[in-house]
């Protein structure tokens, strides 16, 4: 197995996947970059500079809300270390998440699921990271029910097998991509395997796989072959992107959605 993992693809079968259609582009936490992460103004920001869907992360409040927010804590932008789910959604309201990021951003308030989806316009996309546990599946599913948005807007994703697999079975009709990471060890091998994968996979009934740039040619190649799209994230450079699109990645996620595209389109 070993040896299929660190195997380099044939050039002809590079070249095929080349064929498939252009990768979506996702912006990774809005445009975020240019804009605070996981803010409002940065995702109605992603969509000027043409994001084909929005990325964001998602955790529970203590009194039940869904908040868009990457950390466990709130120290990181706000200087104050206030824990999300220990929070009510009034008490995180006050915090000035954009305080530290400059005067332009001064006043930028934690947005709540409700409001990162009503940013996005027909035709477009969201994928919702999960940050926390199961007791977020009922109140997402029923903000994405009455959200107006269509399930094939909608990607779910989540670090976490058991959350995919839980909300797979109770809304077959989203789709959801294991996110996973792949690093080599002292020994040389590979992690996790290609059995692995494919195994979690089949356990989630997962529509695909999300990784970065570490994951072997030959795994890619595999899982597509298994009928999983593969995305990857957070791919801030063109070369870097216009190998993920020849590899035949279903999305590409960056933080500089607009230089990404311009640059896929000018090669």
């Known amino acids: 197995m070993l040896a299929l993992l660190t195997t380099v693809l044939p050039t002809a079968a590079i070249l095929a996947t080349a064929q498939q259609e252009d990768a979506m582009i996702v912006a990774h936490r809005g445009a975020s970059r240019d804009a605070l992460e996981n803010s409002i103004a940065a995702f109605e920001l992603a969509w000027q500079q043409g994001a084909d869907a929005i990325e964001g992360d998602f955790l529970m409040t203590k009194d039940g809300h869904i908040v868009c927010f990457h950390d466990r804590d709130t120290k990181r932008l706000t200087g104050i270390e206030q824990v999300v789910d220990q929070s009510t959604l009034a008490e995180l309201r006050e915090l000035d998440i954009g305080r530290k990021r400059g005067e332009v951003f001064k006043g930028t308030r934690i947005p709540t699921l409700e409001e990162v989806l009503a940013t996005i316009p027909a035709g477009k996309k969201i994928y919702i990271e999960i940050k926390c546990g199961h007791e977020i599946i009922p109140p997402l599913l029923d903000t994405l ?45 590979i992690t996790p395997t290609l059995d692995h994968v494919l195994a979690t996979l089949e356990r989630i009934k997962a529509n695909g796989l999300s990784s970065d740039m570490r994951i ?21 450079d063109v070369a870097q992107a216009k190998r993920a699109q020849q590899l035949g990645a279903a999305s590409i996620t960056t933080d500089i959605p607009n230089v990404i595209r311009e640059g896929l389109e000018a090669l």
């Open 216 to 236: 072997p040619q030959a795994v890619v190649e595999t899982v597509r072959e298994h009928g999983y799209a593969w995305h990857v994230w957070t791919v801030n």
């Open 145 to 189: 029910a009455a959200s107006g948005l269509r399930a094939d807007q909608v990607v779910v994703i989540c670090f976490k097998e058991s959350i995919l697999r839980a909300l797979k079975a109770k809304a077959p009709e989203y789709a959801v991509s294991w996110l996973c990471s792949f690093k080599k060890e002292e020994s040389g091998e």
